[in-house]
């Protein structure tokens, strides 16, 4: 497992930010986001869905519960990449992807919020 670089999305809500461990008083939430990849490649129009699973910690974890995001709910986030990968018994590489998330920021109801790490 290694660390990549800082990435920046503008993503759909795909699952519900969930506690999923809370350990020495520190709140781990996890929830999956959608990104849409448009492209124009020899006049031909193509659009493919990434999916990445997103863990926010401490006060932004804190914060995306009280949130109360729904599914489909516009994000744009801001974290590091966190890239795991192996290579099955044909050789195959296979990667997952994920982003831990420095801060969140979100347009629901016409009132933009902001969350970010302190």
Known sequence: MRLGGHVEFEARIGSVPELVNEMCGHKLVRFIIAVVDRRID?????????WYTVNALGDTAEMLLESGL????????????VIDGNRDVLGNS???YEIIAES?????DSCARN???A
Do not use: F, L
């Open 70 to 81: 729904r599914i489909c709910d516009t994000i744009t986030i801001s974290g590091r990449w």
């Open 42 to 50: 020899n006049n031909r129009y193509s659009q493919y869905t990434h």
């Open 115 to 117: 969350y970010e790490v």
């Open 104 to 108: 969140v920021s979100m347009a629901k």
């Open 94 to 96: 296979n990667y997952m």
